[in-house]
């Protein structure tokens, strides 16, 4: 078996057999980067799944995955949200090595291109650093792209939310010594129904399905509800 033959099949079952070698990390890590670059996008997905396995630089992993992710956008038939599952093994290569992750989208963020939208939300999953690249998101603001303007404006609108939040969190700490355990683990089950990127909290689209929007327990308004306020929410709710 090679993971330089012809048939996708054939070198995604090289690589997975170099994964089930025991002490083999080089023969592995040699199939894994070379099929990183793979036009097939199974094999570039089986590669990345096996990233945690193998000593690259950070640096390679993360521009695999992104490129990936690209790869995904550029073919209508194979795009999907970036919460898809066949999304999920580079946006994790990527929230693992965040700061590789953000230069390497800031990089890609200095000019406007048919990815850049992808860019802005992925900079939206990993805290991308509004302040230290104003000048980019500035002239990303001015783009003919309406959805790519949008993103901009939501990337400044979660650092605002995230500023106010840590303004508020003394008060709310205090509040959350007060929750009953059980309540807490209420609000888990709750909030891990609806919580479809993992983040254990939930954003106005993955609450926009529950009976009762949880609005309300949006307790430093920043427009996310997390475990611990959908908890102090309902607790003060029992109490009513």
Known sequence: MSVSDP?????????????????????????VEHCLDA?????????????????????????????????????????????HRSMSPAIDVLKSHMGEANA???????????????????????????????????????????????EVVLLWSKYFASVAAKQSQPELSEKLKEINPKMLEYAERIIGRYDR?????????EWESMLMSPVAADHNHDGIVTIEEYALYMQNRSKK
């Open 7 to 31: 048939s996708a099949e054939i070198r995604i079952n090289a690589l997975q057999a170099c994964a089930n070698i025991p002490d083999e990390g080089d023969r592995l890590k040699d199939a």
């Open 39 to 83: 036009s097939d996008l199974t094999v570039r997905l089986t590669a990345i799944q096996l990233l945690d396995r193998v000593e690259l630089k950070p640096l390679r992993k993360v521009d695999a995955a992104i490129d990936y992710l690209e790869m995904r956008c550029q073919t209508p038939e194979r795009r999907a949200p970036l919460n």
């Open 104 to 150: 390497a989208l800031a990089d890609r963020l200095e000019e406007t291109g048919p990815m850049t939208l992808l860019h802005l939300q992925l900079g939206g999953l990993l805290d991308f650093d509004v302040v230290e690249n104003e000048d980019r998101l500035t002239a990303q603001s001015k783009s003919g792209d309406q959805e790519v303007r949008r």
């Open 197 to 205: 990127d993992g983040s254990r909290s939930l954003d106005a689209k």
